[in-house]
């Protein structure tokens, strides 16, 4: 074969090294910090209400293509109440296998070949990968330790008459900055300016500890021009359930949706009227969740910073960045490769979410969104690294 495949463009991302930490987790009996899943799943009335989904027949044929009814008008009243976005359930809500569905539908439905798309570097994994697969090329704006604020005179200067869209993540995975609603103002601006459209990632928009979440589609000018993405799982620590959803003008909805329906088509049926209900949760759910990983952030990072790691605390999100520096010489990947070996904890590299590797070479993530006993016992492993 003398064309390269595509794999070879998406081989060495976040999802190999996820594989590779998970089986080292297995084989070493450590604790595995590394992928971002709870270790306890959510309320048990959300998973009552699956089964009841279930046994009573609902969702277990093919749902309706945008997601059944009963979810879409409680994603559009989710957008009210909290952000007082009105969203029309019928032509404005598209339900997918999850934010990554909705991230490479968007980006398939949005981007012609050589189109070229601004994202927030580190990235999510799957980012690279679907502009990849949608052949238009990545310009990254690099955000960088302490405080990962992006740099908009940068952003501004990355753009090109070949510029389709900005891709943003707020609350960022795996920095945990949240953008200020003065530096997402900045950056609509620009996407005004310029004619730009927007995809936003939001899927951590209820785990905020410091500053607030500010969708970008609730300034003015933005509404029709961005997607915003969110998902269930993160919110209600069903990850493995895979509702996510994308709101937008009927225009970019539908676009959406047409590539959505050659990827999965429909899916997670009765999971549907679970989330469903869930959304309808009072306030004090969605304050009690960003409480309790507010804590747990404060565990983990006060057994990383006595273990030697520099903390960045995160404004949000369930992930710790650090930095090695003042533990080792070598970089992100040799010193995750031998964490369990020698601390029996699993992290992940962060330079595997950069285009250029050397960018976050000493930077390493921890997920924090484990039961506290886990966290206390981790740090206490960690400690071990200081008289090592
Ligand atoms: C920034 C970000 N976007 C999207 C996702 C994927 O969400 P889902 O599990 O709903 O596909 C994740 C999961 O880790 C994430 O961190």
Not at 13 to 21: L, V
Request: charge should be negative; glycine fraction near 8%.
């Amino acid at each position: 074969m003398t064309r390269p495949l595509l794999t070879s463009a998406l081989a060495g991302m976040g999802t190999t090294i996820f594989a590779e930490m998970s089986a080292l987790a297995v084989e070493t009996g450590s604790i595995n910090l590394g992928q971002g899943f709870p270790d306890t799943d959510g309320p048990a009335e959300i998973a009552t209400a699956a089964a009841d989904a279930i046994l009573a027949g609902r969702g277990n044929q093919y749902p309706p293509g945008p997601g059944v009814p009963e979810l879409r008008q409680a994603i559009s009243a989710h957008q009210k109440r909290f952000y007082g976005l009105e969203v029309d359930p019928d032509t404005e809500v598209l339900v997918t296998a999850g934010a990554t569905e909705a991230i490479a539908a968007a980006l398939l439905a949005l981007l012609e070949p050589g189109d070229e798309v601004i994202a927030l570097e580190p990235y999510y994994d799957s980012y690279a990968a679907c502009i990849a697969m949608a052949g238009a090329r990545r310009v990254p704006i690099t955000l960088r330790a302490p405080d990962f604020r992006p740099d908009l005179d940068e952003l501004r200067d990355a753009i090109t008459a070949k510029t389709r869209l900005i891709l943003l993540n707020s609350p960022h995975n795996p920095t945990g900055m949240v953008a200020t609603r003065e530096e997402l103002t900045q950056i609509a601006s620009l996407a005004i300016e310029r004619d730009l459209l927007v995809v936003t990632d939001e899927v951590y928009e209820h785990i905020v500890f410091a500053g607030e979440h500010v969708p970008i589609a609730t300034l003015p000018g933005m509404r029709d021009r961005t997607v915003s993405i969110s998902s269930a799982g993160k919110t209600f620590s069903f990850t493995g359930w895979k509702v996510g959803w994308v709101t937008g003008s009927p225009e970019l909805v539908t676009a959406v949706r047409t590539a959505k329906q050659f990827l999965t088509f429909v899916s997670s049926g009765p999971f549907q009227y679970a989330i469903a209900a869930a959304l309808a949760f009072p306030d004090s759910f969605y304050s009690g969740l960003g409480a309790s990983l507010h804590r747990k952030r404060d565990v983990l990072a006060a057994g990383l910073t006595d273990a030697g790691f520099t903390v960045f605390a995160p404004q949000g999100t369930y992930f710790i960045t650090t930095d090695i520096s003042g533990l080792t010489t070598s970089g992100g990947l040799e010193f995750c490769r031998q964490l369990p070996h020698r601390a029996g904890v699993v992290a992940v590299p962060n330079s595997v979410f950069y285009d250029d590797p050397q960018a976050g070479r000493s930077q390493v993530r921890f997920a924090f969104c484990k039961r506290d006993e886990v966290l206390q016992a981790a740090s206490a492993r960690l400690r071990a690294l200081r008289s090592a």
